[in-house]
């Protein structure tokens, strides 16, 4: 009697994860008769023998490629040819990240660093879920998160066979911007003078930490309420920037600060003229920019608010020139006028005692800064000299009472003039 072969059959998935199991679903038969006994090789090392062909599953320990066989044995001892089916177990990937750690609020960027990875050079791909309904599928991924709370993040990685890994981590670590502010008194000013900076910068739930000034000349501070001099002038941003303890930089804060030009003024040379005379002033100013000028007292001056003014000089005066410049800058520098009067010369004086025309009386003298008076007698000898003219002579000649007669003089008034000469009787 010949019995009938038994033909085995089974299918399997055979492309799974590691510690996914293996689905293997018999479908062997036999013409005729029946299979009592089912051989298994998983190719791990591992075999089973059963006695149902039931479908179930295996699952493998190590990642590999493995060839399941199965062999059948029918009731009458018939044996089955082989039969094979291969399942590539791969490996699961290492799902991994890192996070900041804080953030700045906000529009604070939170920027995930992927440290994903996977054994067999397998493809990966990623979905980030950031816990507030927004995902990505980049390899490292950033977020804004619109308000503070705790973040649930996701990282799921999936290689090219399937096989997935899930990282998940909390992120709580937000902090507010602090706010840059200040003020500056004042906010325009004369060169040369000071701005007193005042830091108004808060920190919600911290404290500023440090503090950077900008003056927009090129220097910067760091002090919390600095003073500063503009040395130029000029229209100036000075912009400040503030960190909190938590390191978070706010945004700038700026504001322009106005440096108006400080005039410079020199009234120019004094005047010593005679009187009567027609004078120019003769002034500078440090910059073509000063327009505004005004001399005081302004009385007898062609025009009180010109630079360069002319005066027919008839008294002793001092004047003022003040410069107004752009922001009400203002220099002032003064000149004088001396008048030098006529001298008046008397001819003759009579030094006998009576208190009438005891003194060679000389008017307007003094007026004449270092004058020297000379006199000599007929024989060119000298018998009076003075530097200057505070008393006027009387007539004597080293304490002695010179004899009647004509005497002859030399006053140099120095000043630019010329010397004087003439006589002068001296009559008893």
């Known amino acids: 009697?010949?019995?009938?072969?038994?033909?085995?059959?089974?299918?399997?998935?055979?492309?799974?994860?590691?510690?996914?199991?293996?689905?293997?679903?018999?479908?062997?038969?036999?013409?005729s008769g029946s299979i009592n006994t089912w051989n298994w090789n998983y190719g791990d090392g591992n075999t089973a023998s059963s006695t149902n062909g039931n479908t179930y599953n295996y699952t493998y320990t190590s990642v590999g490629?493995?060839?399941?066989?199965?062999?059948?044995?029918?009731?009458?001892?018939?044996?089955?040819?082989?039969?094979?089916?291969?399942?590539?177990?791969?490996?699961?990937?290492?799902?991994s990240f890192n996070m900041p750690a804080s953030v700045c609020m906000p529009n604070g960027i939170v920027a995930f660093t992927n440290n994903s990875s996977v054994a067999g050079g397998l493809g990966l791909t990623y979905v980030w879920n950031f816990g507030d309904g927004n995902s990505s599928t980049?390899?490292?991924?950033?977020?804004?998160?619109?308000?503070?709370?705790?973040?649930?993040?996701?990282?799921?990685?999936?290689?090219?066979?399937?096989?997935?890994?899930?990282?998940?981590?909390?992120?709580?670590?937000?902090?507010?911007?602090?706010i840059a502010n200040f003020a500056v008194t004042p906010d325009s000013l004369c060169q040369g003078?000071?701005?007193?900076?005042?830091?108004?910068?808060?920190?919600?739930?911290?404290?500023?930490?440090?503090r950077l000034w900008i003056?927009?000349?090129?220097?910067?501070?760091?002090?919390?309420?600095?003073?500063?001099?503009?040395?130029?002038?000029?229209?100036?941003?000075?912009?400040?920037?503030?960190?909190?303890?938590?390191?978070?930089?706010?945004d700038t804060f700026a504001k322009v600060v106005r440096v108006y030009l400080q005039p410079?003024?020199?009234?120019?040379?004094?005047?010593?003229?005679?009187q009567g005379s027609l004078i120019r002033f003769n002034p500078i100013a440090n910059d073509s920019s000063v327009t505004n000028f005004l001399w005081s007292p302004g009385f007898g001056l062609s025009n009180a608010t010109a630079?360069?003014?002319?005066?027919?000089?008839?008294?002793?005066?001092?004047?003022?020139?003040?410069?107004?410049?752009?922001?009400?800058?203002?220099?002032?520098?003064?000149?004088?006028?001396?008048?030098?009067?006529p001298?008046?010369?008397?001819?003759?004086?009579?030094?006998?005692?009576?208190?009438?025309?005891?003194?060679?009386?000389?008017?307007?003298?003094?007026?004449?800064?270092?004058?020297?008076?000379?006199?000599?007698?007929?024989?060119?000898?000298?018998?009076?000299?003075?530097?200057g003219y505070g008393t006027a002579w009387d007539g004597n000649s080293k304490g002695k009472p010179l004899p009647v007669g004509t005497y002859y003089y030399i006053i140099q008034l120095k000043n630019g003039f010329k010397p004087l000469n003439g006589s002068i009787t001296i009559i008893r």
């Open 343 to 387: 001298v008046i010369i008397p001819n003759a004086f009579s030094p006998n005692g009576d208190n009438v025309n005891d003194r060679w009386q000389i008017d307007n003298l003094t007026d004449y800064t270092g004058v020297v008076v000379e006199v000599f007698n007929r024989f060119g000898q000298l018998v009076y000299t003075s530097n």
């Open 264 to 274: 410079v003024v020199d009234a120019g040379p004094s005047f010593v003229v005679p």
């Open 193 to 210: 003078a000071n701005n007193d900076f005042s830091d108004l910068s808060t920190a919600p739930n911290s404290s500023i930490k440090s």
């Open 138 to 178: 980049q390899t490292s991924a950033s977020h804004t998160y619109a308000v503070i709370n705790t973040y649930s993040i996701t990282l799921r990685a999936i290689s090219s066979a399937g096989c997935f890994d899930d990282s998940v981590r909390v992120f709580s670590a937000f902090f507010d911007k602090p």
């Open 215 to 250: 003056f927009g000349d090129r220097s910067t501070s760091i002090v919390a309420n600095p003073t500063k001099r503009y040395n130029n002038p000029g229209s100036y941003t000075v912009k400040l920037v503030v960190t909190n303890n938590e390191s978070c930089v706010s």
């Open 1 to 31: 009697m010949v019995n009938a072969k038994p033909i085995a059959l089974f299918s399997i998935n055979n492309n799974i994860c590691l510690g996914q199991s293996a689905t293997i679903v018999n479908s062997s038969t036999i013409p």
């Open 307 to 341: 630079l360069r003014p002319s005066l027919t000089a008839t008294t002793d005066q001092t004047y003022t020139l003040t410069a107004t410049a752009e922001g009400n800058c203002t220099a002032s520098d003064f000149l004088t006028v001396k008048i030098l009067r």
């Open 65 to 95: 490629a493995y060839q399941v066989k199965l062999v059948t044995l029918s009731a009458n001892g018939c044996v089955s040819d082989t039969v094979l089916q291969t399942v590539v177990v791969n490996s699961i990937p290492v799902a």
